[in-house]
T-cell receptor, first 118, second 115 residues
Framework: AQKITQTQPGMFVQEKEAVTLDCTYD???????LFWYKQPSSGEMIFLIY??????QNATEGRYSLNFQKARKSANLVISASQLGDSAMYFC???????????????FGSGTRLQVQP | GAVVSQHPSWVICKSGTSVKIECRSL??????MFWYRQFPKQSLMLMAT?????????EQGVEKDKFLINHASLTLSTLTVTSAHPEDSSFYIC???????????FGPGTRLTVT
């Protein structure tokens, strides 16, 4: 079974509008962390936002927010006020287990290519 | 934030030769580094976990004799692709954990082309 599922291979959004990128995950571990990364054409992985499984509130970082619905095992990324520079590949990732004892490598989803149109 | 560098950023080599890729944590110590591989239009796949002072842990299906990993210090891990073949052409990215934080810091990646 896929650990991380991103069902949108590609998304279009108009500049200045908000967009939601979907991510669902599968784990039986009660302790885990969820990440979103942006990968522009240059290839670098840019960290956007993190949500811990025990965090009570949804994470926010500037224009990025994470809609964390634990019961549904979803961790959607919301980008508000899209900009042309947001055009890139976006990956959802998960680390399972406790930070100090669990598997620390990340498992990535297949990604969503976002294109922001002027 | 913490910085991870990779060298070289791109390399072209002939089939049968070996290529070494370096991953350095510039301003923090990393006891553990991770090596990922990304084929065009695909996601990142973990190849191995590199632990300072001990042997690397390889993911299933990754040939340890082909992809040699050395983590000789707290700031440097190297990946050597031995006897490279065209199917090894890929984007190789390392990451490192720093301090007490949850974040993984990624290097800029190395694009390997084997002709």
């Amino acid at each position: 079974a896929q650990k991380i599922t991103q069902t949108q291979p590609g998304m279009f959004v108009q500049e200045k509008e908000a967009v939601t990128l979907d991510c669902t995950y599968d784990t039986s571990d009660p302790s885990y962390g969820l990440f979103w990364y942006k990968q522009p054409s240059s290839g670098e992985m840019i960290f956007l936002i993190y949500q811990g499984s025990y965090d009570q509130q949804n994470a926010t970082e500037g224009r990025y927010s994470l809609n964390f619905q634990k019961a549904r095992k979803s961790a959607n990324l919301v980008i508000s006020a899209s900009q042309l520079g947001d055009s890139a590949m976006y990956f959802c990732a998960m680390r399972e287990g406790r930070r100090d004892t669990g598997r620390r490598a990340l498992t990535f989803g297949s990604g969503t290519r976002l294109q922001v149109q002027p | 934030g913490a910085v991870v560098s990779q060298h070289p950023s791109w390399v072209i080599c002939k089939s049968g030769t070996s290529v070494k890729i370096e991953c350095r944590s510039l301003d923090f110590q990393a006891t553990t580094m991770f090596w990922y591989r990304q084929f065009p239009k695909q996601s990142l796949m973990l190849m191995a976990t590199s632990n300072e002072g001990s042997k690397a842990t390889y993911e299933q299906g990754v040939e340890k004799d082909k992809f040699l990993i050395n983590h000789a210090s707290l700031t440097l891990s190297t990946l050597t692709v031995t006897s490279a073949h065209p199917e090894d052409s890929s984007f190789y990215i390392c990451s490192a954990e720093g301090g007490q934080g949850y974040e993984q810091y990624f290097g800029p990646g190395t694009r390997l082309t084997v002709t």
